[in-house]
């Protein structure tokens, strides 16, 4: 099954705020780097997205520029939950609360969010689901965390490796599951 994992384009937040789970806009304008996204993917294919509209609004272009088979948000796509400190600047985090989670994110859990376990957890159960449907080509757009922890799904990546994947704004990374 061919999957092209699509992250969400630049968003308005300034650069070094955690924003996971805060549903903020994109930063326009976006419409060339859309066209740049849409000439990267195959002409037919079933779009799932995060229902954060920083993936929405990138899904329903793709939707609206290919012959789409079926279009489906989904919630498991959604980014890493950051809790207390969604739409904080990272500086601003005290470090006895930010210090233990840089050594080791994948357990644990921001207060009031989720570990990346969590979020693996929840990304492998529509990874199985979609396995088990068959749908190929498909399209899924959604956020950088989301999208590493599928490549750890696909190549058995440990999770404390996770940022080893490039996750780059507007990136189209094809895989064969």
Not at 69 to 81: A, C
Not at 144 to 158: D, E, F, K, N
Request: net charge negative; charged share 25%.
């Amino acid at each position: 099954m061919e999957i092209y994992l699509v992250r969400h384009t630049q968003t308005v937040c300034e650069k070094g705020i955690c924003y996971g789970q805060s549903d903020v806009d994109l930063a326009k304008p976006f419409e060339n780097i859309f066209e740049d996204i849409v000439s990267q993917l195959p002409q037919e294919a079933f779009i799932f997205s995060s229902p954060l509209k920083r993936c929405l609004i990138l899904a329903q272009y793709i939707r609206d520029h290919i012959k789409t088979v079926s279009f489906k948000k989904d919630e498991r796509l959604i980014e890493m939950n950051f809790g207390d400190w969604e739409m904080k600047n990272w500086n601003a985090i005290l470090p006895e609360q930010l210090n233990p989670w840089m050594e080791d994110f994948v357990n644990i859990k921001v207060s009031n969010g989720e570990s990346f376990v969590e979020l693996h957890a929840r990304v492998g159960h529509f990874l199985e689901e979609i396995k088990r449907e068959t749908i190929t080509p498909l399209i899924i757009v959604a956020h950088a965390g989301t999208i590493r922890s599928i490549l750890c799904h696909h190549s058995s990546l440990p999770l404390k490796d996770a940022f080893n994947n490039k996750v780059d704004f507007g990136q189209v990374i094809k895989i064969v599951l």
